[in-house]
């Protein structure tokens, strides 16, 4: 999930996209090569994200990177892992609210 | 990037000999270079202090799961065309296994049907096969599909010819004999490579392609070789046996069992 977030709506690279993790999880998560990959190759696997067709101009970046983008369905599968993040947060306002205040 | 540079990478990349090869022949330029652009923004020293443990857990998931055939949750049913594949390598294993009730008892025709029934099966269940493996290693699984169906494909041309050509041929009754050899040996040879792809790609039941390669290789090392009522003769008819059993699996599988997700167009 967190490198479907991390693509967004972009075409990201392996490079960008472990850097957007490490910005987004304000640093708590740092992605080696190996995690990065594997996961990609999962996403993949299961028709959430795919290799963009469009290559890097060779004079700007490096022929070998390969862009990542999501799919349709890792796009839906997203809105609705966010929708229910969402409803869970609200669930747990109220009383998480309450155990913030002073007994 | 300066020659000191060049050897932190050609190091990483010999390091990542420990993942499996189709993963590799996949990855290794993409992570080689991921490795390069976090040395040059982070520091030589911090790009290695992570990575030992990056590697190690990542390959080790990658070894267990190239040993879980299917470890999405999101799959999809087998497709009408996966079915019917299936089905015809389940059939063909059954001719194999028909054999058994005594060649005596079936007519010529019977007999030649019953090889050609086979070798179409077995085609059906590769290709089908080769659909889901080129996931796992497009190379490696074109290499295990294509002498399996050329083997069995020419098998089939031999008994089609033999049945086509004038006169009267009892079961098994075939001319030239050299022929036959060669269409026999590419059958076998070309079966028990495609369960060694098979086995090795881990995308299929690996019992099932391990017992397409033990009956393949006993049936070829039977071949001319039918020593009448001898242990030898045992041997290789239940090796016969295990490689019909091998296709019913493979069929049945193919058939029955969920398939990952293809990629979605985006909408």
Do not use: C
Request: glycine content about 10%.
């Amino acid at each position: 999930m967190l490198i479907m977030l991390a693509i967004g709506p972009e075409e990201r690279h392996g490079y960008a996209i472990m850097r957007e993790v490490a910005r987004i999880t304000e640093g708590a998560t740092k992605l080696g090569p190996g995690g990065v990959y594997t996961t990609i190759r999962r996403l993949l696997e299961d028709g959430l994200i795919e290799e963009s067709e469009e290559r890097p101009d060779p004079d700007l970046d490096d022929q070998r990177r390969r862009y990542y983008k999501l799919t349709g369905t890792g796009r839906a599968v997203v809105a609705s892992e966010a929708r229910r993040m969402e409803s869970l947060i609200a669930a747990a306002r109220p009383w998480a609210l309450e155990l913030r205040q002073p007994a | 990037m300066t020659a000191r540079a060049g050897g932190h990478e050609r190091i990483y990349r010999g390091l990542l000999r420990l993942y499996p090869a189709n993963y590799r022949e996949r990855y290794s330029e993409q992570m080689v270079q991921l490795f390069a652009d976090q040395r040059r923004d982070t520091g030589a020293a911090r790009a290695w202090l992570k990575t030992p443990v990056d590697l190690v857990t990542s390959a080790a998931s990658e070894h267990l799961r190239r040993n879980r055939p299917v470890a999405h949750s999101l799959t999809l049913q087998p497709t009408p065309a996966s079915r019917v594949s299936g089905l015809l390598g389940l059939i063909a294993g059954a001719m194999l296994l028909v054999g058994f009730l005594g060649t005596e008892a079936l007519t010529p025709d019977l007999f030649n049907l019953r090889l050609v029934v086979f070798t179409l099966g077995a085609i059906a269940v590769v290709i089908a096969a080769h659909q889901r493996q080129a996931r796992a290693g497009r190379r490696l699984a074109l290499s295990g599909a294509i002498p399996a169906i050329v083997g069995n494909a020419l098998y089939l041309v031999l008994v089609i010819r033999a049945v086509s050509a004038p006169g009267q041929i009892g079961p098994g009754d075939y001319q030239p004999v050299w022929l036959w050899i060669v269409g026999g040996a590419a059958l076998w040879l070309g079966d028990a490579w495609f369960g060694l792809v098979t086995l090795r790609l881990g995308v299929l039941n690996r019992a099932s392609a391990f017992a397409l390669v033990v009956g393949s290789l006993l049936a070829l090392a039977g071949m001319g070789n039918f020593l009448r009522g001898s242990p030898v003769e045992t041997i290789i008819l239940g090796g016969i046996a295990v490689h019909g059993l091998a296709w019913i699996l493979l069929g049945l599988e193919i058939a029955l069992r969920r398939r990952p997700a293809p990629p979605v167009a985006p909408a």
